[in-house]
């Protein structure tokens, strides 16, 4: 129970007895005289007793007769005294009726998470969840993310000395998921972390070739008077920055150093505290809006909600290797596959864009989806030192999200038929949670259909094609009497894509990173995923999401079969109806 909670009804356990014990004491010396005492009662019975058959409203309801001429007034005159006396308690009995109503309205509120005890006004904060809907699962109020951008975390932040932080601010301490016993290196490269106090340094001599010019790193575990557990089993730090394929590559897996907290103010008598949240990871394939979904930011949502850390303030840190590790914009800008022995000949230039497309992509993908989970722009790791060797030491830093992807350690992408997956096994209500959480950060409602739309994927690509899609479109529109769009997403901003995608209740699309729109497809709706070639790919995702149908079918050499086509769409508008029926109770 929260301390708001706690606080009401303590206020309302103690207050009422108090005040009720408080007033019977004053005034029942003044009733005695007129009335036997009564029997023990609760509280909750003395004050209905009192509120609704009193002696006081027996009086006013039939008040007694004047005495006769020349009689004795005494009674008479103790009568009225009683009256008196009784007026008051009754007064000051509905005050209190009245400030028990209002401790038991706050009480409930509370228990509610309305308010608090001592409400204090709050900024409100990015995608706070809204309400549950129908299906038990948390949306997302859409906020526009233009006014809530702020500037990244400085590197010019005046550093403080450490040596005034000794103690329990100095000292580290972690918590990590999803270690197993199966040794030093495979355990990194499961495991989620999220460390306190965390200290980074740039790297003393000479970079690994595989590091990007602007150095390589050290990263500082520190400890107090008393020697941590970890120092006897230092791979319990360890932990991976790759995602998929790329989780147990070396040149990613990050042993920190256990030091004393003596000995690296010795070291390093300065450092810059970085208080805001703070997650370091190395991007794979950013140039592929469906990789930046599912390979960059889902894994980000991940580790900071399965943390209970989700913060749209968080910044976010590219770690960098540009030379001999494939897939990030880093290394596709200008990769050293290109130039077989490039680095011992000279032929690869660090720093130097020869896939302009490339960077084209790359820049265009961060610039429109990091604000999906994150107000500030995406920094890379020498940012933060500007220069300097001064230490950056963080009060929150989240580290590894191997298996937070789509595709685990698997690489395949679901090319092989014959895998068997739980990768993905489980995670329906995250993927929902997702889909809610960066939607409304890119500044879009949620709004379920409520009339069919069809929505057709035009690839401009030779690579998979899909042939006669304007006349396939004809058709459907023809024959089943529903609006049908044919778009290339390309041709979109980002918040146009999700309201359109997000108006379908049928998606037709070939594979690759365009079909990765469907994550934003309303409950109940229905993918179909055509392949001229590579059959199935993807499915170790969709097959999982749960809150949407694939339907996968061939297309060999990109020629549709209209026939099947149709039926499926029909069978799709019939299963949305079904799983909406609020919206189409004739099908329910």
């Not at 939607?439 to 401009?460: C, I, S």
């Not at 899909?466 to 024959?479: H, N, P, Q, S």
């Amino acid at each position: 129970m929260s301390t708001a909670v706690k606080a009401v009804l303590a206020g309302l356990v103690l207050s009422v007895p108090v005040a009720l014990w408080s007033l019977n004491r004053s005034t029942s010396g003044k009733i005695s005289s007129a009335r036997p005492a009564d029997p023990p009662v609760s509280n909750e019975q003395h004050v209905a007793s009192h509120r609704v058959n009193t002696p006081a409203d027996e009086l006013f309801a039939n008040p007694p007769p004047p005495p006769p001429p020349g009689g004795n007034g005494a009674a008479a005159g103790e009568m009225l005294e009683l009256r008196r006396h009784l007026e008051e308690k009754e007064e000051k009995i509905s005050t209190l009726m009245e400030q028990v109503k209002a401790l038991k309205d706050r009480a409930a509120a509370a228990l509610a998470g309305a308010i608090s005890p001592t409400p204090q006004p709050k900024a409100p904060k990015a995608s706070t969840p809204a309400a549950t809907g129908p299906s038990g699962q948390t949306s997302y109020t859409a906020l526009d993310p233009a006014t809530r951008q702020k500037p990244p975390i400085a590197a010019a932040t005046a550093p403080d000395s450490l040596l005034k932080k000794v103690g329990k601010w100095a000292a580290s301490s972690h918590i990590c998921s999803a270690r197993d016993f199966s040794g030093e290196k495979r355990s990194a490269t499961h495991a989620h972390c999220h460390f306190k106090r965390m200290c980074i340094a740039p790297g003393k001599g000479s970079p690994p070739p595989h590091y990007a010019t602007r150095g390589h790193y050290d990263w500082y575990y520190l400890y107090d008077d008393h020697a941590p557990r970890v120092m006897n089993h230092p791979d319990e730090l360890n932990f991976t920055l790759g995602v998929g394929p790329h989780q147990g590559d070396h040149k990613l897996i990050i042993g920190p150093k256990i030091v004393k907290i003596d000995d690296f103010a010795k070291e390093f008598p300065q450092v810059r505290h970085e208080r805001t949240l703070t997650h370091i990871y190395y991007e794979y394939n950013g140039e592929n809006f469906g990789h930046m979904v599912t390979d960059v930011l889902m894994p980000m949502y991940g580790i900071m909600a399965g943390f209970g850390v989700l913060d749209y303030d968080v910044q976010l840190v590219r770690y960098q290797i540009t030379h001999d590790l494939g897939h990030s914009c880093d290394y596709q800008r200008n990769p050293g596959w290109e130039y077989p022995g490039a680095l011992e000949s000279g032929r690869w230039k660090p720093g130097v864009v020869t896939r302009a497309n490339i960077d084209k992509n790359c820049k265009r993908f961060y610039k429109m989806l990091i604000p999906a989970v994150s107000s500030r722009p995406a920094l890379v790791l020498g940012d933060l030192f500007n220069g300097t060797q001064t230490p950056v030491c963080f009060d929150d830093l989240l580290v590894g999200t191997p298996s937070l992807s789509d595709d685990c350690n698997a690489g395949t992408h679901g090319r092989d038929l014959n895998q068997v997956t739980v990768c993905n096994t489980g995670r329906m209500e995250q993927f929902w949670a997702f889909r809610s959480y960066t939607k409304a950060n890119l500044g879009v409602e949620d709004v379920q259909p409520t009339e069919h739309h069809v929505v057709v994927w035009k690839r401009p690509d030779f690579r998979r094609p899909l042939k006669d899609l304007d006349k396939v479109c004809d058709e459907i529109r023809a024959k089943l009497k529903v609006k049908v769009t044919l778009i290339d997403w390309a041709t979109l901003s980002i918040g146009d894509q999700l309201r359109l995608i997000g108006s379908a209740t049928v998606h037709i699309t070939g594979p690759g990173g365009g079909s990765f729109i469907a994550v934003y497809l309303p409950r109940g709706a229905t993918s179909i995923r055509l392949y001229s070639q590579d059959f199935g790919m993807e499915f170790h995702f969709f097959n999982f999401l749960g809150y949407m149908h694939p339907v996968h079918r061939r297309a060999p050499g990109g020629n549709i079969d209209t026939v099947d086509l149709l039926e499926e769409v029909k069978l799709g508008m019939q299963r949305y109806e079904k799983f909406n029926p609020n919206l189409f109770p004739e099908a329910a």
